[in-house]
């Protein structure tokens, strides 16, 4: 299994407060991505990072922020969580461009 | 607009009965993907296709690529319990960002 982990696990959260979810990984992978999984919609990409401080934003990227500042981290931040943000969050890694996707074990987000 | 539709969404069948399930799309692919996902975990990886035409068999799982490198098929054959998961299937389109499906529910009921 490729080594990937996501932290936390789960959280609840009020309306309002900013989040950080961790992803953190020993692979040495060039690509990491942060998805969103929602009942109806399937697995929908927020930002992606392709290298160190190089980031790119996705189909559903509004409210919310990414950081590399090392290979191995990549961090989503939401900027002030709303109820609309609850979901299943997926960190994923890959070695090259389209290439296969490995993921961590989601984090489950509630805002209440 | 879903760049990957999958069909059926929800699948139910009896232990030992074949089960085929589809990704189509109207645009080509450089390579397209399946993944399997289990109740609270994420996808894994099962397998890539990236010729026209391309078949690649993983034990009782047959996976098909399209001649035009828009489509694929899986085919399951004689269900076990341990199948049933969410069927997911992903496209490269060479920019960076896989394009997923919604998935095939499959559940196999023993």
């Known amino acids: 299994d490729a080594g990937i982990t996501q932290s936390p696990r789960h959280k609840v959260t009020e309306t309002g407060t900013p989040v950080t979810l961790r992803c953190h990984q020993t692979?040495?992978?060039?690509?990491m991505y942060w998805y969103r999984q929602d009942p109806g919609h399937g697995l929908r990409l927020i930002h992606y990072s392709y290298g160190v401080k190089d980031t790119d934003k996705g189909e559903v990227s509004d409210g919310y922020s990414v950081s590399r500042s090392k290979t191995e981290d990549f961090l989503l931040t939401l900027e002030s969580a709303t109820s609309s943000q609850t979901s299943v969050y997926f960190c994923?890694?890959?070695?090259?461009?389209?290439?296969?996707?490995?993921f961590g074990q989601g984090t489950r987000l509630t805002v209440v | 607009t879903q760049l990957l539709e999958q069909s059926p969404q929800f699948l139910s069948i009896q232990e030992g009965e074949n089960l085929t399930v589809y990704c189509n799309s109207s645009?080509?692919?450089?390579?397209l993907q399946w993944y399997r996902q289990e109740p609270g975990e994420g996808p894994v990886l099962l397998v890539t296709?990236?010729?026209?035409?391309e078949v690649k068999k993983l034990k009782r799982l047959t996976f098909q690529f399209g001649d035009a490198r828009k489509d694929s098929s899986l085919h399951i054959t004689a269900a076990q319990p341990g199948d049933t998961g969410l069927y997911l299937c992903a496209g490269g389109k060479g920019n960076n960002r896989l394009a997923f499906g919604k998935g095939n529910q499959v559940v196999v009921i023993p």
């Open positions: 645009s080509v692919f450089s390579s």
């Open positions: 994923a890694i890959s070695w090259g461009e389209d290439t296969e996707a490995f």
């Open positions: 692979e040495n992978h060039r690509y």
């Open positions: 296709v990236v010729t026209g035409g």
